[in-house]
């Protein structure tokens, strides 16, 4: 009877869950959304002593690697073998998209508008991003998009330095020629070892205008709570020389479509640190929100939210929890 030599394989998982938000009837509200991280590899040939009977030249072993869906979402590394087989590399189907709004500003707690104007984060805002991290410490990222905004700059950073593959963000320089060639990076080896980070203007928080550097409350008082409710929350009504929501959107937006969905579609793991006003523009985008929908959209600062991206479509994953605390809302509706 012929003999058999059996594969051997390797494979373990990962479970992650997002927590339901509050009763609200909304179907647009996170519910409880499991997500698996699967592990994903290459095959290799070795081969064996040649044996009597009808025994196999080669084992394959299967070395693995993790991946943040509940199939895969890197694409799989294939080392050459040695068969005349001419089957191109697979890509796949499935990108993970990490959005998260950073984490506590200096202005922030100070309760002023803060805006376009540069403010780094304080101490609260820094563990808001290093707890970040520890959320999404097993979901691979191949590329981190921040805006120009050293906040949002701080909190990609932060974020990576939990990762559990421990790559380090660079960010990329193209400002000028002389930029791009004093900021090349001339090892092969710890290229692969880095994550390019992209920063873009269009990302930048809603530009509040006049009201920039105002205290909240005592604008307010001095224009009516009634006014100042309407240049934060409508959507197509600008504060004094500011943006709308809808203007926000429109260079927010663009950008996503044009810049990042194509680098998802090539298989490319996405993280978004940004902001609140521009990461609502774009999860309208994703979630396909209507404009008075999403005016009653809050994100929380430091809490990342994954969707994923299969066969063209956007899934909302939820909030990936820590690993010893109870989940919380990427976003809630007022």
Request: charge should be positive; glycine fraction near 6%; proline fraction near 5%.
């Amino acid at each position: 009877m012929a003999s058999s030599v059996a594969c051997l394989h390797a494979a373990s998982s990962i479970q992650a869950q997002g927590f339901k938000g509050s009763s609200t009837g909304s179907p647009n509200k996170i519910g409880a959304f499991p997500l698996r991280m699967v592990l994903k590899g290459f095959s290799l040939d070795v081969p064996l002593p040649e044996r009597k009977g009808n025994c196999p030249r080669s084992l394959n072993l299967h070395v693995v690697r993790s991946s943040s869906s509940q199939s895969s979402i890197a694409d799989p590394i294939e080392l050459p073998s040695n068969s005349n087989s001419t089957d191109s590399q697979k890509k796949s189907t499935e990108a993970s998209l990490i959005l998260i709004r950073h984490g506590e500003s200096l202005w922030n707690e100070k309760n002023l508008f803060t805006g376009c104007v540069d403010v780094p984060l304080t101490k609260k805002g820094v563990e808001e991003a290093i707890e970040a991290g520890k959320r999404i410490r097993n979901i691979p990222i191949d590329m981190i998009y921040t805006s120009s905004l050293i906040r949002a700059q701080m909190t990609a950073m932060l974020v990576m330095s939990e990762h559990r593959r421990r790559k380090v963000p660079i960010i990329i320089h193209k400002e000028t020629e002389e930029a791009q060639r004093w900021s090349q990076i001339y090892s092969e080896e710890t290229k692969m070892q880095s994550i390019p980070v992209i920063t873009a203007w269009q990302l930048n928080e809603r530009m509040y205008g006049e009201l920039q550097g105002l205290n909240k409350q005592e604008t307010a008082e001095l224009f009516g709570k009634e006014k100042v409710h309407e240049w934060r929350r409508s959507y197509d009504v600008p504060p004094p020389n500011g943006e709308s929501l809808e203007m926000c959107a429109e260079r927010s937006v663009t950008y996503f479509r044009d810049q990042i969905v194509p680098q998802l579609l090539a298989g490319k793991n996405v993280m978004i640190a940004a902001h609140g006003n521009s990461l609502r523009s774009i999860i309208m985008y994703l979630d396909k929100l209507t404009s008075q929908e999403v005016i009653k959209l809050e994100l929380s600062t430091g809490i990342p939210m994954l969707y994923i991206l299969k066969n063209g479509k956007f899934i909302r994953r939820g909030s990936p929890i820590a690993p010893s605390e109870a989940g919380v809302y990427a976003y809630s509706r007022v």
